[in-house]
């Protein structure tokens, strides 16, 4: 299974536009973040996490000719704002996108896109066609080919949003919090990708000493950071503070894990 992180940057992406900051005005390539999101290919599957902002050109930099599902972590516009992108998909399908989400994230994408969510025969031709299943607590397992995913619980500030496992990784992105359900479900992880938007406090995410703390609770072999700010400053500034088994995600960035059972 290979993890392709498409997208690594916090909602305005970096850089930022007309920020003057040494993140935003860097020409390391490092520092050149999309929107946070991911593709998850098992060879035979291909799912993304999140359709944010910038998934055309996330797919089309990729490469991502299919696409099986698309699982939704909440529905902030920097995680859902390319909804209306899933059309070629449609046409590649020949038939709905599925799409995994809660009910609240789902009545917020009918509100944003409700021409999408119109009945057939009223939709106007080309619009956007999805097969929306609803992820419900307690969350159980999901297959869609060959992957098997597991939802589970992950904090926003007061936001309850999702988290997913598959196999020996997880990926979590917008967390401030991670229940004690959630944690009892990460043990043994290959691969953690996970967020850590700057070095000071913030109320809906973690800082990057927060997501040190969590990564050393949870234990996994490897772990990448995500949804990363301009404030964080140059990769160069701030990835010698990091531990040997923690890594600067990056735009591009493809890792490969090889247990996929849960
Ligand atoms: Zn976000
Ligand atoms: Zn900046
Ligand atoms: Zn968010």
């Known amino acids: 299974m290979r993890i392709h992180l498409v997208g690594t940057g916090i909602s ?22 999309l929107r946070t999101a991911a593709v998850i290919d098992s060879g035979s599957t291909q799912i993304a996490f999140d ?3 910038d998934f055309r050109q996330q797919m089309l930099r ?22 209306d992108d899933i059309r070629p998909y449609n046409w590649i399908l020949r038939g709905a996108m599925p799409l ?6 789902i009545k917020a994408l009918e509100m944003h896109f409700p021409y ?3 009945p057939p025969e009223k939709r106007y031709p080309g619009a956007p ?9 307690p969350f159980s397992s999901v297959q869609v080919g060959d992957l098997e995913l597991l939802p589970f619980r992950v904090f926003h500030g007061a936001l ?7 196999g020996k990784f997880a990926y979590i992105t917008d967390c401030s919090y991670l229940p004690q359900e959630s944690k009892e479900l990460l043990h043994d992880l290959d691969v953690l990708v996970i967020n850590a938007l700057r070095h000071t406090q913030h109320p809906m995410h973690l800082s990057l000493s927060e997501a040190l703390q969590l990564i050393a609770e949870l234990a996994p072999r490897e772990a990448y950071l995500t949804h990363l700010s301009h404030e964080m400053g140059p990769v160069a500034s701030f990835e010698g503070m990091l531990p040997s088994h923690v890594h600067v995600g990056l735009d591009g960035m493809e890792l490969e ?3 996929t059972n849960l």
């Not at 305005?12 to 050149?32: E, F, L, M, N, W």
């Not at 490469?63 to 390319?82: C, R």
């Not at 995994?100 to 994230?105: H, K």
């Open 116 to 118: 999408a969510f119109m």
């Open 100 to 105: 995994y989400a809660e009910e609240r994230v």
């Open 51 to 53: 359709i944010g902002p």
């Open 257 to 259: 894990v090889q247990d």
């Open 160 to 166: 309850p949003i999702l988290g997913y496992r598959i």
């Open 12 to 33: 305005q992406g970096i850089p930022v536009i007309g920020c003057r900051c040494a993140a935003c005005q860097s020409s390391d390539i490092r520092d050149k973040r």
């Open 129 to 137: 066609d999805l097969e929306v299943h609803e992820l419900k607590e």
């Open 62 to 83: 990729g490469g991502f000719t299919h696409l099986n599902a698309v699982f939704v972590t909440h529905e902030h516009s920097d995680h859902v704002a390319g909804l």
